[in-house]
């Protein structure tokens, strides 16, 4: 395996604590999903439908605060933003558990458009810490960072709940997002550039210039992505209860989460760059036939594991996409609406592979959420085809225009 990728970009000032601040601190955000579903049905004595309208609240939320939030990153800088939005967290959380169900809905929709923009501000650092060649491998890095802080989060949240309690769990899990406010407030990543800091305030680009067919493609497949992730998580857990394996749940997680991570290394270590469209739409189509292992856990361990492996690779490169689409003017809001894109495609994936599974069987929950997923990528086909040739010939124009010969100077005689 080629390391050189990884050990160029880790060598980039700031790029090896970006990184741990990451892994870090999105491992507190990635337990509240199960944390306040605990909360709500153990302690509030709700049932799980509850339960689930408040983690949709906060993820529209967070969806309508994304762009917002990143908006004001370029505006305004980045610590007034975590200013804002810690002090939020720490708001939601210490009270959240003494909130009614009734007032704790309103508060989860406030909770996630003010949360701590974690995911998308460390994207945008990374396009200003990382030169375009080189940010594949350091996108890749920070997918792999994803799927690890998704294995840990969710497993310490249970283990609280279980050991402790479901409302203590939940003091813990905002105590943990706070700290990581902090932290990222004290390291301060660079969301410019060196050389895009010095030329000073830029102006600001308008929403039609930037937001182009081709940006919202990418957009549209990175909702697609997490469909198909959301949809296999619940359909993964379906198989396994239909067949009385549930018992096997976490190790046929971690298996999928172990090729998502091998996956991703991979993906940063090779030399060239792989279209989103193209790794969406193999994703979905390796997604498709996952339910025929269900009859065995360890044969569904095995079907999991092609579109394992195109998991990180795929959320990386459209993070890439992104941030060479984008102008660096307006890269926060670019990021936010990435951000909002991957949380609605994981909050409509769930629910609907949940429905096909409730109207049909559990393998049919893999099937239809793959083939959205190999669907939307053969809808924005067309567009990155088009600007694909649009930058070949704009490529052979450039390169002809330097071969032209100088004109001689005319002699004086």
Known sequence: MNMKPYRAALALPGLRSLLLVAVLARVPLTATGVTLTFYVVQDLGRGYGAAGLVGAAITVGAAVGGPLLGRLVDRRGLRPVLVLTTVAEAAFWST???????????????????????????????????????????????????????????????????????????????????????????????????????????????????LTSRLVAVFAVSAAATLVLGGTDVAVIAVLRENGDVGFTGAVLSIWAVASLVGGFTYGAVHRSFSPVALVGALGLCTIPVGLGGAHWWLLCLALIPAGLLCAPTIAATSDAVSRLAPASVRGEAMGMH??????????????????????????GFAVTGAIGALVALVVLPIELRHRRADVAATAARDGDERLPTPLAPTVS
């Open 96 to 210: 959240a558990p003494m909130l009614s169900y009734y007032l704790l809905l309103p508060a989860a929709f406030l909770a996630g458009l003010l949360a701590l923009p974690i995911f998308s501000v460390i994207r945008q650092s990374i396009a200003a810490l990382v030169p375009a060649e080189k940010r594949r491998p350091a996108y890749a890095l920070d997918s792999m960072s994803v799927e690890l802080s998704f294995m840990i989060g969710p497993a310490l949240a249970t283990v609280g709940v279980t050991t402790i309690s479901a409302r203590l769990t939940l003091y813990l899990v905002g105590a943990g997002i706070v700290v990581a406010g902090v932290a990222l407030w004290l390291l301060n990543p660079a969301v410019r550039s060196a050389a895009e800091a010095s030329t000073g305030p830029q102006p600001r680009v308008a929403r039609r210039q930037w």
């Open 339 to 364: 951000g909002s894109a991957v949380t609605v495609g994981i909050a409509v994936g769930a629910p609907l592979a949940g429905a096909v599974i409730d109207a049909s069987a559990p393998l049919w």
